[in-house]
């Protein structure tokens, strides 16, 4: 069992869609989790971080946590044909409190077709 | 505030040499993470350090090294390389505080693609 699996896509949403993208990982202690989207060709960019359970929005995007069920989600409302990348899902797992390790997901390639 | 930077941005070597590639944190940032991003494998990690010190370290042969030094920048170096190496090497860099007040949200530089012959 992979650490952090996500679906590799791609997803295709028409444009002003709802794009649901999904995670589960394996470590039940961890705490800090990630969405990061990354262009073609560029390094990641941080979109959300969410630590507590439940939903956190920020603009078009809602990140979703769920520690029982080891789930972590993000929407993005709206969807916008420059929103099309690759999104990765991260989660620190590092040995120690204070200590950081990211373990990222191999990423959901999302589409948006006008 | 100046984001992460790397250098160089793109090498060229050849299998059996060495390569060392820099990374400069964010102003105030003191840890620092590197990652391995291949087409095959994903994003890996390698390594992070705080404070000159290697606290988490990722599942990489020993060819794989790092250090910190004390104004936080951060070196890798890799060893007797492999066809294999060819990756985008990318560095990343959070607030990590002593106490409370810390946060380990990331923020990566743009990258050394790093090719090897």
């Known amino acids: 069992q992979k650490e952090v699996e996500q679906n590799s896509g791609p997803l295709s949403v028409p444009e002003g869609a709802i794009a649901s993208l999904n995670c589960t990982y394996s470590?039940?202690?961890?705490?800090?989790f990630f969405w990061y989207r990354q262009y073609s060709g560029k390094s990641p960019e941080l979109i959300m971080s969410i630590y507590s359970n439940g939903d956190k929005e920020d603009g078009r995007f809602t990140a979703q946590l769920n520690k029982a069920s080891q789930y972590v989600s993000l929407l993005i409302r709206d969807s916008q044909p420059s929103d099309s990348a690759t999104y990765l899902c991260?989660?620190?797992?590092?040995?120690?409190?204070?200590?950081?390790?990211?373990?990222f997901g191999t990423g959901t390639r999302l589409q948006v077709f006008p | 505030k100046a984001g992460v930077t790397q250098t160089p941005r793109y090498l060229i070597k050849t299998r059996g040499q060495q390569v060392t590639l820099s990374c400069s944190p964010i102003?105030?940032?003191?840890?620092v993470s590197w990652y391995q991003q291949t087409p095959g494998q994903g994003l890996q990690f390698l390594f992070e350090?705080?404070?000159?010190?290697?606290?988490n370290k990722g599942n990489f042969p020993g060819r794989f090294s790092g250090r910190q030094f004390s104004n936080s920048r951060s070196e890798m170096n890799v060893s007797t390389l492999e066809l294999g190496d060819s990756a985008l090497y990318l560095c990343?860099?959070?607030?990590?505080?002593?106490?409370?007040?810390?946060?380990?949200?990331?923020?990566f530089g743009p990258g050394t693609r790093l090719t090897v012959l």
């Open positions: 102003s105030g940032h003191r840890s």
């Open positions: 470590d039940r202690g961890s705490q800090s």
């Open positions: 991260a989660v620190n797992m590092g040995r120690s409190y204070n200590t950081d390790k990211l373990i």
């Open positions: 990343a860099s959070s607030q990590r505080l002593i106490g409370t007040g810390s946060t380990d949200t990331q923020y």
């Open positions: 350090y705080f404070s000159e010190t290697q606290r």
